[in-house]
């Protein structure tokens, strides 16, 4: 993966601390801690709960349970004003993967609204709650905020089995945003309202498998707009992307950590789900092709 060093970069998209909103709602996409995650998986549910839930794949949400501090704009970002800059300052790459794909949304949704990326270091504050640098990325859709901590990349995934690199990072990236997609959708509310459930066929799988897709779109429209902030993306950069879905199934994970796989404690789908849908989003490149709430074979996915 390569950037445009012409491009232009929008850092006021990048967000310094929690949403404006209070808690309570329910965060998608969150990772664990190395010890939880003998029992969950990355992307899970609500940050702000996870690792004193007795049982993490049925946190519970409060409302009003944390305030959310005021969205500011991240100082370390401020000179990031082109594709050259990230030669001289390799942070800069979190606000090329945010305005790309955030432009990537603009023009195919409709009345897309932008979100903002929090990078943090040991805690953070958020509409859904306070969250630690244990937890992977998540989205909060209490203020419509993804959040990271870029040492999630340099440390968990590694010991996941990822080779990691650009592509696994702007996956993951994209990942969120996906979440952040189905909260203007509506789809987002529709599975929260149903509960938590898991298996390999929940609503909370397919909700994660669409995630994936949506983000295989993204990359096939990087890969394809020469004049945008992401100058190439070739195969190999597929490739890392499909072997860090892969790392972050539930079943690798599971066989992993524990030595068993217990498919009907799915949240997240499996290695090979997780892989086909990444790709789909990718070969299609339309969103409107990531239906797996409409797919009948997501267990043999």
């Known amino acids: 993966m390569q950037f445009n ?3 232009s970069l929008d ?13 309570g709602t329910i965060a998608v996409g ?4 190395i010890v939880v995650l003998i029992l969950a998986v990355i992307f899970g549910f609500n940050p702000a709960e996870l690792l004193a839930a007795s ?5 519970e949400t409060r409302a009003g349970s944390q305030p959310g501090g005021l969205a500011q704009s991240d100082t370390r970002f401020a000179g990031c004003r082109t594709g050259a800059d990230i030669a001289q300052n390799p942070d800069c790459r979190w606000v090329a993967y945010t305005n790309s794909i955030q432009a990537y949304w603009g023009q195919v949704l409709s009345g897309y609204r932008p979100a903002k990326t929090v990078v943090f270091s040991g805690a953070v504050s958020t509409g859904c709650g306070q969250a630690s640098s244990d937890l992977g990325p998540f989205y909060c859709p209490a203020d419509e905020t993804v959040y990271f901590d870029d040492s999630f990349f340099e ?3 590694p010991r996941m089995g990822a080779k990691g690199g650009l592509a696994a990072e702007a996956y993951v990236v994209a990942h969120e945003y996906g979440h952040h997609i189905q909260n203007l959708t509506g789809m987002m509310a529709k599975v929260q309202s149903a509960g938590n459930q898991s298996g390999p066929d929940s609503p909370q799988v397919r909700l994660e498998l669409q995630a994936d897709c949506y983000a295989g779109t993204w990359i096939a429209y990087a890969a394809n707009d020469p004049n945008g902030i992401i100058k190439e993306v070739n195969r190999s950069d597929l490739y890392t992307a499909l072997d860090a879905a892969q790392a972050v199934g539930d079943d690798h994970i599971q066989k992993t950590q524990t030595g068993r796989i217990r498919p009907e404690s799915w949240t997240h789908g499996s290695s090979e789900q997780r892989r086909y849908w990444l790709n789909r989003g990718f070969s299609t490149g339309d969103p ?7 797919a009948d074979a997501l267990t043999r996915r």
Do not use: E, I, K, V
Request: charged share 10%.
């Open 5 to 7: 060093p012409n491009a």
């Open 155 to 157: 440390l968990m995934l």
């Open 288 to 294: 409107n092709q990531c239906t797996t709430f409409a």
């Open 30 to 33: 969150g990772g664990a801690s």
């Open 11 to 23: 850092p006021s998209q990048m967000g310094g601390g929690g949403g404006g909103r209070r808690g």
């Open 55 to 59: 049982d993490p794949y049925h946190a």
